[in-house]
């Protein structure tokens, strides 16, 4: 089973993560957990280039980093770990492209979706949760700590980004579950809990084989 955690930052999608890895350790569940970018030492590598507020980097060589980073990971550690029938936990995958740099930068959106078939070789999530806060809230919660170069694109720049995540969510009802993020951390990890387990009870098995075509 392949799970993807979306939404700007300071929504509270690493504290959830944790929880979650906590729940699978206790049930003596396989689980892989992985950042985008990241997860290989290319993909690091691209990420410090991308976060970097030394970095000038145009729209769509960002985009073109942030899919060959992903492309690394794919190969190199999602879909083996996947084909072992391990959980794959992500913090933020594809989805993530389309809000920030096509919506957000205003990238074609058809091109970045190809990109994004491409670099993935079609490895789709089987639950992506969306946590849905208003910017203000989010930067409120991040104030403690410097912004990266993304965190630094401004509201409107934000803005976009939310309504793309918006969209998306509108487009995939059943793949993207929209979390509200004002609700206690207890509430929101019993919420995603109890679609994990629908889906395990749905697909008979921890990996995403029945997702992904390419299988």
Not at 72 to 98: H, M, N, W
Not at 128 to 149: A, G, K, M, Q, V
């Amino acid at each position: 089973m392949f799970i993807t955690f979306e939404g700007i930052d300071g929504t509270g999608k690493s504290t959830q993560i944790g929880f979650l890895e906590e729940f699978l350790n206790g049930n003596k569940i396989p689980y892989l957990s992985i950042r985008e970018p990241g997860g290989t030492d290319f993909s690091e590598k691209v990420r410090e280039i991308l976060l970097s507020t030394k970095s000038e980097i145009s729209s769509i060589a960002e985009l073109m980093l942030f899919e060959a980073a992903r492309a690394d990971l794919c190969e190199k550690v999602i879909q083996p770990a996947l084909d072992k029938g391990i959980v794959v936990i992500s913090d933020r995958f594809y989805d993530s492209t389309t809000a920030y740099q096509g919506y957000g930068r205003g990238l074609d959106i058809n091109t970045i979706q190809k990109c994004n078939q491409f670099a993935t070789q079609n490895v789709i999530p089987d639950f992506t949760f969306y946590f849905r806060l208003p910017l203000e809230e989010s930067i409120n919660r991040r104030n403690y700590r410097e912004f990266d170069r993304m965190e630094l694109a401004g509201m409107e720049f934000f803005g976009k980004v939310i309504n793309g995540f918006e969209e998306l969510a509108k487009q995939e009802p059943e793949r993207i579950i929209i979390i509200d993020a004002h609700k206690s951390r207890e509430e929101i990890f019993e919420e995603i809990l109890s679609k994990i387990k629908s889906g395990i009870n749905e697909f008979g098995c921890y990996s995403c084989e029945c997702r992904n075509p390419g299988n």
